[in-house]
């Protein structure tokens, strides 16, 4: 399974819920179902995979190509002379150059990907999304990012380049824990007409594992239940997120219909991404609401609601992966994209997520801060029943994070 987390924007500005002349290409093979101990049943291939493939040598170094941001710690005293497709966030200390000054000196450099818009001599192929990546099963075609570097005094053979450590992912924040970089089998490459193939000079591996834990310490999303056949809602469970607490931490959320709305919004806190979410019970950015619809005789009807209670974020390309035993008889869903997932060899778990242009921006809190689907399943009668349960999900997450259900 390969599926990426979503990503979100806020105001017109995209960010990634997610890597001379050596071609460092940032692949983005992450599912979207992860969990606090970095690995799920549902999500055994989680990861991002960043490949580095050296394409040629220079006088004093080689050619790079990575992809949310990206940073590592290079093995020697390599400088960055030229990038394309992507730019590092310092230029640190060049002194020692005469003439023609670096791009980055610094031993630890910081890479971000260009906005959209950018010039074509900048651009490289699968660049300049302003860090957004999608996932795999949303948009095959993008799940990939690459920029080019030309690194300097780095050596010039196999034997003599080194190869970068300390590799840090932030997409766009913590989360991601990357392992060491490992030399693999160079990477070929086919031209386009398909009789002439080339490989790279070198090319290394470093696999980056999400850890929903390390990415925030709280949960960010939450699940409320109802159905026809029973007046009571189920909400999410009291401070599934965080607890309303506005003596000791005044500011922490901020009421629907409060005057001082929109100066709270723009207020502190605005340009660090910081969420501002309404003041609810359960304290989350986003809760799922699964309501079990209607009772046909051969169908069943399901109606999903998203709703962005955080005042701060847009949430583009969102996700919505959920786990129930009836998936396998998913007839019609309606104004969502949805692909099965059989993580266990069993159609019990669904990827949704938004039409292109028409839902797949999930607007900030307010009137217009949710989205909604309704999904058409058959009854397969030796295990359907509304009986104890069995109509609600088992499992549901958002971007990629496990969601806060209800209690049994």
């Not at 818009?117 to 690459?146: E, F, L, R």
């Not at 629907?256 to 207020?267: E, H, K, R």
């Amino acid at each position: 399974m390969e599926l990426g987390h979503g990503s979100f924007a806020v105001g017109s500005r995209s960010i990634p819920k997610v890597a001379g002349v050596v071609t460092l290409l940032v692949v983005l093979l992450c599912s979207c179902l992860t969990s606090t101990e970095a690995y799920d049943a549902l999500d055994p291939n989680g990861n991002i995979t960043i490949k580095w493939d050296v394409m040629q040598w220079t006088p004093d170094g080689y050619i790079l190509t990575p992809g949310w941001s990206l940073s590592w710690k290079w093995a020697k005293k390599e400088i960055i002379w030229s990038m394309v497709g992507a730019q590092a966030t310092e230029q640190g200390d060049c002194s020692r150059f005469k003439g023609n000054i670096p791009h980055c000196c610094k031993r630890d450099p910081t890479v971000v990907d260009l906005l959209p818009g950018t010039p074509y001599n900048m651009q490289i192929a699968n660049c300049c999304k302003g860090g957004v990546i999608n996932s795999w099963a949303q948009d095959p075609d993008n799940h990939a990012a690459s920029f080019q570097v030309s690194v300097g005094m780095a050596g010039t053979t196999n034997k003599t380049v080194r190869v970068p450590r300390n590799f840090t992912l932030k997409a766009p924040g913590p989360g991601y824990t990357c392992g060491i970089a490992k030399i693999v089998k160079p990477t070929k490459f086919i031209t386009q007409d398909g009789r002439r193939t080339t490989q790279t000079m070198m090319t290394w591996n470093v696999t980056c594992t999400y850890s929903q834990y390390l990415a925030q310490k709280t949960p960010t999303c939450c699940v409320s239940l109802s159905s026809f056949y029973n007046d009571t809602i189920v909400n999410c469970p009291t401070c599934s997120c965080a607890c309303q607490n506005n003596i000791t931490q005044p500011g922490s959320c901020v009421e629907a219909d409060s005057p001082y709305l929109a100066s709270t919004i723009n207020g502190p806190g605005k340009a660090t991404l910081a969420p501002l979410v309404q003041c609810t019970s359960h304290m989350c950015p986003i809760r799922i609401h699964w309501h079990v619809k209607s009772n046909y005789k051969e169908y069943w009807r399901v109606k999903i609601t998203i709703t962005n209670f955080n005042y701060r974020v847009n949430y583009t390309q969102w996700n919505l992966v959920v786990q129930h035993p009836n998936f396998d008889n998913l007839t019609q869903i309606f104004s969502f994209n949805y692909k099965f997932l059989t993580p266990s060899g069993i159609n019990d778990t669904a990827m949704l997520w938004g039409v292109k242009f028409y839902n797949d921006l999930l607007m900030q809190a307010g009137p217009l801060g949710n989205v909604q689907s309704e999904l058409l399943l058959r009854k397969d009668a030796s295990t359907f029943t509304f009986g104890k349960g069995w109509a609600f999900p088992r499992r549901v997450y958002f971007n990629g994070d496990n969601c806060v259900m209800p209690h049994p």
